[in-house]
């Protein structure tokens, strides 16, 4: 059997040897690592004075070890502490960190449930799998466009529109706690939105909807019919009657919001309903946000005297002071309604229809009868840009300038021909 190997910091057997008279040495190996094995001799008088000669030398080289070894881990311990106070500064200058710092910020500047939701998860989805872990002031001008034009060429041109509005808010916030000298996300290209045609409802397509929707509502034997807390035919007149409101704005009203006993019924506009997820402080699930999708969306509108009638009609819920509710009180989801919606048109032959083209509808009538401005009033803009490009339904028949365009007729009197300057 093999000797027994020799642990770091001990030393094998003592050899001693007489050099001359009153002379000797003494011998030994010690193991200095897992690879280091040292021969050290030690002098002495006699082979006891060697020995011991031998044995402070082998303290003296334990103690420089033990020291070295200590200043080693000291040393690794500091260089360790080093990379994580670097890596800490890091992380306080990464991108993710200061989104959601932003985003933590924003709720206290009154960002509403659903955009801060959303914004999330934007965040989660798309900015930190492209930006995360990168430093905040290495991320330029160009890479920022790169990415965006990915999803412009996609097709993906609202999501675009939204991760750049995510990133200016996010930048914005980085230059005001001073992480980057300015936002470069401001500096990006400008995303057009889609541009379409806004088509409002014909007379006779809007009368074919409220007619399948009345035929849906009455239950017939062997079909079935909607729940009655999804009164899809009164829903339909409030966003009509209450001047084109957006279905959110609608399923958010409240008793209170209506005075039906004054001498001018109206209808105030001060809440949406949004789909909550991924939300701590609020919880998931539907809610009623106290709070309309723009400023200028929160706003009195003056009833018809047919609305009136109907909502003092509706029968109401004890269970909650929302106007359209289920049957434990809740806000209604608009999937059910648009469920019930799709039903009542698929069974009567109607085509594609979104409750939205309601809104437009509204704001084609008015804008013909009381002027744009109206219309813009009436929907809650802000201005009229957003009306006449989005909601308004251009005219294919024109001002009527026949009078005027007679002074071109052939040997028209030259006194009634217009003046044309070149």
């Not at 809104?359 to 009229?384: F, M, Q, W």
């Amino acid at each position: 059997m093999g000797r027994k190997a020799l642990g770091v910091g001990h030393y094998g057997h003592i050899r001693t040897e007489e050099l001359a008279k009153n002379k000797w040495t003494a011998t030994a190996t010690i193991r200095d690592s897992l690879t280091v094995t040292t021969r050290v001799s030690a002098q002495g008088t006699s082979p006891s004075d060697a020995k011991r000669a031998l044995k402070d030398k082998f303290e003296e080289r334990k103690a420089a070890s033990e020291a070295r070894a200590k200043q080693s881990i000291e040393q690794a311990e500091e260089e360790s502490r080093a990379a994580e106070d670097a890596k800490r500064a890091r992380d306080r200058r990464s991108f993710s960190y200061v989104a959601h710092r932003w985003l933590r910020a924003s709720q206290g500047e009154g960002l509403a449930i659903s955009s801060r939701v959303r914004y999330g998860d934007l965040l989660r989805l798309h900015l930190e799998p492209a930006f995360g872990d990168e430093d905040i002031r290495d991320i330029g001008i160009v890479q920022l466009d790169d990415f965006l034009q990915e999803f412009v060429e996609r097709g993906q041109i609202s999501q675009a529109r939204s991760l750049r509005s995510l990133l200016m808010n996010v930048f914005g916030y980085a230059h005001k706690k001073q992480f980057v000298p300015f936002n470069p996300a401001r500096a990006t290209d400008a995303i057009k939105p889609k541009t379409s045609t806004p088509t409002a409802l014909r007379a006779t397509e809007l009368e074919s909807i409220r007619n399948a929707v009345a035929r849906y509502m009455r239950p017939e034997p062997g079909r079935g019919g909607p729940t009655p807390s999804v009164p899809v035919d009164l829903i339909i007149d409030t966003m009509l009657g209450g001047g084109g409101l957006r279905i959110g704005e609608a399923l958010a009203l409240r008793w209170i919001d209506l005075d039906l006993e004054g001498e001018e019924p109206t209808l105030r506009v001060l809440g949406t309903t949004v789909e909550v997820r991924n939300d701590q402080n609020n919880g998931t699930g539907l809610h009623r946000q106290s709070r309309t999708k723009t400023k200028s969306s929160m706003r009195a509108v003056r009833l018809p005297e047919w609305l009136r009638t109907r909502l003092a009609e509706a029968p109401r819920n004890p269970n909650s002071d929302l106007v359209f509710c289920t049957k434990s009180g809740k806000p209604l989801s608009r999937s059910n309604i648009y469920r019930a919606l799709r039903k009542a048109l698929d069974d009567a032959g109607v085509e594609y229809f979104v409750l939205h083209d309601l809104r437009k509808t509204v704001a084609t009538a008015v804008d013909k009868h009381e002027g744009l401005a109206a219309a813009s009033s009436i929907l809650g803009h802000s201005n009229t840009v957003i009306t006449q490009a989005s909601y308004v339904e251009r005219a294919e028949l024109k001002a009527d300038v026949r009078a005027t365009l007679d002074a071109f007729a052939p040997g028209a009197e030259v006194i009634r021909r217009p003046c044309v300057t070149s």
